[in-house]
């Protein structure tokens, strides 16, 4: 009984240092963010021609809101907008066309954002633009989104990350994805780039070099993550990512639990899949090249999502009330608290003058059984491409 006794005390201590490991990472990074990062300086201050491309898959109402958004933004220089069709209608690709964009129609047998981009670079002139900004098919360009990302390649950047924000916050879901998308902007963009790191990317409202985008495009294959590929590409290269937080997109927020799980399952897959792919190149960076930001995006990797973090540290903190071993309770309130700390702390203040916000947190509970349901989900992720459907929202006045 000893033996045993012994054992499991020692693997809930080491589950106790993982778990306070990831919630120190988080509320550092969450402390740090509330350092002014330095002001972008331009080098070169020319007006670079940008293209802005828009993968859509089978979103046919949606894209036609978003296309004319687009095409009406204001730049003081040259730019065209592309729409890369992954089966949108006939008569859908007519009206884009009519409206002044350009349609780079792509067939796949299995569907995926990284090959639809990759061949929409492969269609494009290789010197018909200098930059290439890429946007999701339910996302809008705020004011002076292209200019200032024109800014940031003066500055001597060629990758750039803007702020994404909700354009919409009319259910408790939807507010809830909200607070979860500007938690993960400030921890992991704006605290990283505070301090000198790169940003991490999100997947839209983002910015390339249009040859290292080419480059990196390369042999990208079915990943559900290629946010994530580019990432630690980027990285390798030890490019560094420049974030824009006060330049935004605004990106529709889920609505309900179905397409919550679908994205989550989506994600889930794609952690697990370059932990595991670049775990032990992580290792062999930081000790070989002395790549700190590679290692870093693999760190990121073995962290736990944030919502199942709170329902395992809750369900540690409830079993330590009556287990005889391992870390007692305090520790495990500790931890708590920390991981409150972090995440209040990361939440910009508007959020908290949003009178729905206590809806949106009831609604953890329903999240953390989400994402449980999304872990035994993930190998449908790696089947079938798991689009997030959309529809035509209006920006949201709330934020």
Known sequence: MDFLESTASVILYVIGAYLLFNCCYLLFFSLVSHKKAKPLVELLPIDRRICVLIPAYREN??????SKAAVNHAYS????????????????????????VGVLEVFFEKSTKGKALAAALEALPENAYDVVAILDVDNIMGRGFLQEVNKAFSA???VVQ??????????????LDACNEEINNTIYRKGHYAIGMSSALIGSGMAFDFRYFRKLLTGIGETVGEDKELDFRIVKDQEKICYLNDVFVYDEKIENA??????????????IE?????????LVQLFRNGNYEFFNKVVQAFLVPRILLIGVLGYFFLASLVLPVGPSPKFWAILLVMLSAALFIALPARFYRNKQLWKAIVQLPYALFCMVKALFQIKKAKTSFLSTPHTAKAVSNEI
């Open 274 to 282: 370059f932990l595991k792919k670049y775990a032990f190149e992580g």
């Open 77 to 100: 220089g040259d730019f065209d907008v592309y729409v890369i069709a992954d089966g949108l209608h006939p008569e859908t690709i007519q009206q884009l066309k009519t409206i002044g």
């Open 61 to 66: 109402e949606v894209i036609l809101e978003t």
């Open 162 to 175: 803007a702020h994404r924000t909700a354009k919409n916050m009319d259910s408790s879901f939807a507010l």
């Open 156 to 158: 001597g950047y060629k």
């Open 258 to 271: 179905k397409v919550f799980t679908q994205q989550r399952t989506r994600w889930i897959a794609a952690q």
